[in-house]
Nanobody
Framework: QVQLVESGGGLVQAGGSLRLSCAASGRAFGTTTMGWFRQAPGKEREFVSAISWNAHSTYYVDSVKGRFTISRDNAKNTVYLQMNSLKPEDTAVYYC????????????WGQGTQVSVSS
């Protein structure tokens, strides 16, 4: 089992920044692929970003490339999503997810944190 708790969401003006954090507990975090997903009102959940267990590989959806940065601190069992140059279309509930096998089958999810970007 893996427990995930997100934090750092909030309301920000367009062009602003937020940093999301996801604290993990349970199974070995150091071998776990971590990801961020988001779901806007009336839309399906979509992939945002992911990072491999050793941070050597990172992945982003095209719409956030150059604006968002994913990172992790295995000593703190925490993954981060730094979001810069935020746009109103980034408004969504952001979810942290984990795949302890090191792949991309995210079986564990956090409860989500709201990010709202005003124009």
């Amino acid at each position: 089992q893996v427990q995930l708790v997100e934090s750092g969401g909030g309301l920000v003006q367009a062009g602003g920044s937020l940093r999301l954090s996801c604290a993990a507990s349970g199974r070995a975090f150091g071998t776990t692929t971590m990801g961020w997903f988001r779901q806007a009102p009336g839309k399906e959940r979509e992939f945002v970003s992911a990072i491999s267990w050793n941070a050597h590989s990172t992945y982003y959806v095209d719409s956030v490339k150059g604006r968002f940065t994913i990172s992790r601190d295995n000593a703190k069992n925490t993954v981060y999503l730094q979001m810069n140059s935020l746009k109103p279309e980034d408004t969504a509930v952001y979810y942290c997810a984990a795949d302890p096998s090191g792949g991309s089958q995210f079986a564990y999810w956090g409860q989500g944190t709201q990010v709202s970007v005003s124009s």
